[in-house]
């Protein structure tokens, strides 16, 4: 068989030069076939790594080599194993508004209709009566779903046997085959008959009832994982088909792909901003609550950025496009949790290495259930249906479904909540963080200096803020923005400024309403001669508070001190509730900082934070963290900055800011997509309860057929009950990961 490589027809869809590729894998039943298509793919001396998803359908391969040579090898190896593959589009590559399309639910409509008349006589019994169909009438309707409705198990199954390995597929294609036909060896001979046309011993009904079963039992399962890729549809959906942009001097409307770097877009009230970008005119209020999680609409005016997906709230805005297509964050997000989602947990790997000899251990469990029966009663009929229970009842989905479909809804909300997990390992280990080591600036605190306090010789803060203003109208550091800002606050207009002039280490001079003043430094004070006595002792408790203060004194003629400025960097409103989520969670906080001893002692004292490790230097914070982990605490590092990139590798689980730099969002495992410290703590709850919803979904699989098979064995459970058993135990696993959805978090 020739097997050809089907492709995405958009171009960007993939790299044929990269060494990852995913595949999307048809056919997959159960955790065996996963075994089956990595071990097909793992022979290939190219691979270097394969990992399949259940509850995704496709395989992640990473191999050596030109993958224009590579894929036809791959796809061929899966074909030999028997399932079909294609190439995937890789998330956020081309825009996709669609989904995973819906199960069809008309089989089971179909089979439940043609079993139904086969169960009724059942349900009569008990009431002494006799609705029994004559034995061809059970045949004619049992047969289409046996072999019509039920073909996909046989294909499935041969396919399986060609490849002398087993599935699911196989245990049902055997289980029903074995009712199907032991009850035409009784309706073809007279062992059936009493005489009066009646065939009340005939097990149809067993056959049709338990595909039937197994039908609703997939149907009720592809519905339920549909929902849990839900996240990538609802971040594929925020990609608007068409953008409006600026070309040759007119507005045309070009599909959203077409948009180039550095082009104007213009977005009116109401539409959603189709590329990320800045705003170049106009002022609004965009809605980014589906990518960020903040629930608030935020201000935006020339100069802003905007990320595409999100909504313009009222005003018309041109924004220049700053990433397009493939590398904007809505893209790039997408990109994140569908590689979360199909990476595998290392508990996934136990579960695997257990299916693959799951299916060999039912089929000799079933042989030994028929010959037992057999040479114990001598009632074949009895042997052949306990030995079909046994095959039905074990289905090894439930296990291979657990652990996928829990980190696939997991990631999924905590991405709608603004989390962003970018691989299981991190989801993994983050239930077990006990330490999470924060960095100050602009994690916990705003990052940004504020002005704190004016304090006046004279008594008169607001004059000598006015002055301040004044002689920093001109400069553009950190600090004359905090002035300004405040003397804006506080309405207090800003005097003409003359001659302004700065002095380089040390502060600036101006002359205003003719007065020559200087703003800086105590060092520079000093250096001018002006006497700081009146309130030094006030700017020494400052100081020790962790604020930087600077001077305004009049320099012309004898050099006369004004007042102070004290600066401090805000405390964020949100860092005292994260600290205390926290604890609440048992974990341990600390604070590391390269700040001065007294700043960050402020900062903590103000959180509730007891230890404090300050004046770290940039390439020190990665041995903090490994001195933290030292005594075997799973430790967290929560930083933003490209100093706290080398800390965020180092710690078992890294957590950066997406307002910081692109340095420390690569090297964490996790990103926030706000600068809020809570979503710290809604992390890892989420970790925890998506942890805990793998554990109870590998339990319940397991008791499913620990308790399931002895008694099919034991003929305890007939076909039918098995069937049931066994479709519930997979739907029941998924349902179970999907209540993962309604979580909230702290931060929402």
Not at 336 to 346: C, F, M, T, Y
Not at 387 to 395: D, E, G, S
Request: with cysteine; net charge neutral; charged share 20%.
């Amino acid at each position: 068989m020739q097997h050809t490589l089907e492709r995405p027809a958009s171009p960007a869809s993939i790299d044929l030069d990269e060494s990852t590729v995913e595949l999307s894998i048809e056919g997959m039943t159960c955790a065996s076939c996963v075994v089956r298509v990595e071990k097909a793919l793992g022979r290939l001396p190219e691979v270097t790594l394969a990992e399949v998803n259940l509850a995704t359908e496709k395989a992640s391969v990473s191999f050596a080599g030109r993958s224009a040579d590579v894929l036809p090898g791959l796809v061929a190896a899966v074909a030999k194993a028997g399932y079909g593959a294609t190439i995937a589009p890789r998330a956020g590559a081309v825009p996709v508004t669609g989904g995973a399309a819906a199960p069809q639910w008309w089989p089971v409509a179909v089979s439940a209709a043609l079993s139904l008349p086969l169960v009724l006589p059942m349900l009569a019994m008990p009431f002494g009566e006799d609705w029994s169909l004559p034995g061809w009438w059970q045949m004619l309707l049992a047969s289409p779903v046996q072999f019509w409705l039920g073909a996909r198990f046989y294909r499935s199954a041969w396919k399986a046997v060609k490849a002398r390995a087993g599935n699911m597929d196989l245990l049902v294609a055997l289980g029903t085959s074995a009712a199907y036909g032991l009850s035409v060896y009784l309706l073809a001979t007279d062992n059936a008959h009493d005489g009066h046309g009646a065939a009340p011993h005939l097990y149809f009904e067993a056959s049709a009832v338990v595909i039937t079963l197994v039908l609703l039992g997939k149907w009720l399962e592809n519905r339920a994982k549909r929902q849990t890729t839900e996240a990538i549809r609802a971040l594929n959906a925020l990609r608007p088909d068409t953008a409006r942009v600026r070309r040759g001097g007119a507005e045309l409307e070009i599909p959203a792909v077409q948009v180039r770097l550095g082009e104007v877009v213009v977005v009116r009230p109401g539409e959603r901003v189709p590329v990320d970008g800045e705003v170049l005119e106009g002022a609004t209020h965009v809605d980014e609550s589906l990518i960020t999680g903040e629930s608030l609409p935020v201000a935006k005016a020339a100069g802003a950025r905007v990320v595409g997906g999100s909504v313009n709230a009222e005003g018309l805005i041109a924004v220049r496009a700053t990433a397009v297509g493939a590398e904007s964050t809505l893209s790039r997000i997408a990109r994140l949790v569908e590689s979360a989602q199909a990476k595998k947990a290392s508990i996934q790997r136990l579960v695997d290495r257990v299916s693959a000899v799951f299916v060999p251990v039912v089929l000799g469990i079933a042989l030994v259930t028929l010959i037992g029966w057999a040479l114990a009663t001598g009632d074949w009929e009895r042997a052949i249906l306990n030995a079909v229970a046994v095959l039905v009842i074990a289905c090894p989905c439930a296990l291979g479904l657990a652990t996928p479909t829990a980190i696939m809804a997991g990631t999924g909300v905590a991405a709608r909540r603004g989390i962003l997990i970018k691989d299981a390992e991190a989801l993994e280990l983050a239930h077990r963080v006990g330490i999470v080591a924060f960095d100050k600036t602009g994690t916990l605190t705003d990052g940004m200096p504020q002005l704190v306090t004016a304090e006046a010789v004279d008594g008169d803060p607001d004059g000598l803020l006015r002055l301040a203003a004044s002689v920093q109208s001109a400069s553009e550091h950190p600090l004359a923005r905090a002035v300004l800002e405040a003397a804006r606050q506080q309405r207090i207009a800003v005097a003409q400024v003359q001659g302004a002039e700065a002095v380089a280490g040390r502060g600036i001079l101006a002359r205003v309403e003719g007065r020559a003043l200087g703003l800086g430094s105590s060092r520079w004070m000093q250096e001018l001669g002006v006497d700081l006595s009146a309130l030094a002792s006030r700017a020494a408790e400052l100081e020790s508070q962790g604020r930087t203060v600077s001077w305004l004194a009049e320099t012309g003629g004898a050099p006369r001190l004004l007042g102070l400025l004290a600066f401090g960097d805000a405390v964020k409103a949100s860092a005292r509730e994260a600290i205390d989520s926290l604890g609440s969670l048992g974990v341990k906080v600390i604070m590391v900082s390269g700040d001065n001893r007294g700043a960050a002692a402020a900062v903590a004292r103000e959180l509730g934070i007891d230890e404090v490790r300050a004046e770290v230097l940039p390439a020190d914070k990665a041995q903090v963290v490994t001195d933290l982990k030292a005594d075997g605490a799973v430790v967290a590092m929560v930083g933003d900055g490209i100093n706290d990139a080398p800390a965020l590798a180092a710690s078992d689980v890294g957590f950066s800011m997406s307002t910081g730099t692109e340095v420390a969002m690569h090297a964490a495992g996790v990103t926030l997509m706000r600068g809020d410290p809570r979503l710290v703590a809604d992390a890892i709850e989420i970790s925890r309860k998506t942890y805990a919803k793998i554990r109870q979904g590998l339990f319940w699989a397991f008791a499913y057929n620990v308790v399931g098979i002895p008694l099919a064995a034991f003929g305890l459970l007939n076909p039918m009950l098995a069937g049931a058993a066994m479709a519930f135990s997979s739907v029941s696993v998924v349902a179970n990961a999907l209540t993962l959805r309604r979580w909230k978090g702290r931060a929402s």
